[in-house]
């Protein structure tokens, strides 16, 4: 049974520059979540996607963007990416909201 | 005051002690909370979760909740050298669907 799986695992890209991260559910979870994690700090909530609606969303400017598929993947785009975008993130995949939501293994994201 | 609070650490147990990790919370309508083990480098990893007052034992793990005090701990038994990681707390609100996480406790467990 595979479990949460992102692609890709690290990435450079240069300010300004735009940037999608894919996201595969643990199989029978219909629910993905989005978060940003920066060096030393816990994860920050992004977004939540659930039948191919944006749920609920932090405290995160609209250069951050989503989107879920019928096959319950998701993807986040960043647009005119920022030194301080430079983070973790993290996709976690539950069934029915947060339950024990499992987590990936993480993009790690420079900007430079 | 932050949603979720943690004692940062470092937490230095002697392999073989009792770890004790704490979080406290401030929206008194949480409802779910959970402990994550972060390895260096890699993903939150869950270890367990909590709904009820009281205990909830899962192995060497122990959860705590007490929601009257909004405080959360997780213990740790028989500490071994493999349990060094940072751990994680994240609480759910009751009208919200998202993880607030703390900034996570450096557990250090020295042979």
């Known amino acids: 049974d595979a479990g949460v799986t992102q692609s890709p695992t690290h990435l450079i890209k240069t300010r300004g520059q735009q940037v999608t991260l894919r996201c595969s559910p643990k199989?029978?979870?219909?629910?993905v979540s989005w978060y940003q994690q920066a060096l030393g700090q816990g994860p920050q909530f992004i977004f939540q996607y659930y039948e191919e609606e944006e749920r609920q969303r932090g405290n995160f400017p609209d250069r951050f963007s989503g989107h879920q598929f019928p096959n319950y993947s998701s993807e986040l785009n960043v647009n005119a990416l920022l030194l301080g975008d430079s983070a973790l993130y993290l996709c976690a995949s539950s069934l029915d909201k947060n339950t024990e939501a499992f987590f990936g293994q993480g993009t790690r994201l420079t900007v430079v | 005051q932050k949603e979720v609070e943690q004692n940062s650490g470092p937490l230095s147990v002697p392999e073989g002690a009792i770890a004790s990790l704490n979080c406290t919370y401030s929206d008194r309508g949480s409802q779910s909370f959970f402990w994550y083990r972060q390895y260096s480098g890699k993903s939150p990893e869950l270890i367990m979760f909590?709904?009820?007052?009281g205990d909830k034992e899962d192995g060497r793990f122990t959860a705590q909740l007490n929601k009257a005090s909004q405080y959360v701990s997780l213990l740790i038994r028989d500490s071994q050298p493999s349990d060094s990681a940072t751990y994680l707390c994240?609480?759910?609100?009751?009208?919200?669907?998202?993880?607030?996480f703390g900034t996570g406790t450096r557990l250090q467990v020295f042979p």
């Open positions: 994240a609480v759910e609100g009751f009208y919200t669907d998202k993880l607030i």
């Open positions: 199989s029978g979870h219909d629910t």
């Open positions: 909590i709904y009820s007052n």
